[in-house]
């Protein structure tokens, strides 16, 4: 059985982490604050069923060695944690929600490495590709990005009475925010996009190939 090209991988799960965001704040008919909130609402099914797809397809990216496989199985997993574990969001702690923020803190950690590894390898490029200049300033922003926002998500969690009161959706852009740098960090990677790819490593996705992998 033929396995779904990395590249592709990286396609599907830069998109959904793009768009997850504002497609479960429409559904949800709600002002959200938080993605999670959305699963105690009628954007449940749509909130589990698209963490469940990027924890499938992170299970078949296996990465460039033993430690990224072991990296994106535990990515798998806690994304299926979040999932099935979703946020108090004022309602009654259960033994599940606890481990919400823990699986959501290890995922975006393991998806900064993977932003740091892409820029590592973009950087390797330098010489042979113009692109891939573009591409490293791409991964950094991204990884900036990520980085601010997990250390804000942080300092929310440990005193959310300092930003609650004036905005009460702070965690859904915070989450946004992080989402987006994510998912076009992964979409750069997959080098399907022009202008930031040269032709020669493009992967074309009708044709299932690029000149140079």
Partial sequence: MQQIDHRVIKLLVGLIAV???FFMQVVSGVLLRSISES???QARDWFVGLLFAVAALFLSFSGKNKIERVLTIAASLFAAMVAVAPCECDRAPTVFSALH????AGLFAILGYFCWRFRKTAMSKLAKYSEAGIRVKIYTACLGGML???L???GHVVAPELTDARFPNY???LETIGLISFGFSWLTASRTLP???NSRER????EGRAEED
């Fill in 171 to 173: 965690m859904f852009w």
């Fill in 195 to 197: 202008m930031i790819t």
């Fill in 152 to 154: 804000m998500a942080v």
């Fill in 39 to 41: 699963y105690h609402y």
């Fill in 101 to 104: 923020f823990p699986a959501a």
């Fill in 203 to 206: 992967y074309r996705i009708f």
């Fill in 19 to 21: 768009f997850l965001a």
């Fill in 148 to 150: 601010c926002c997990w």
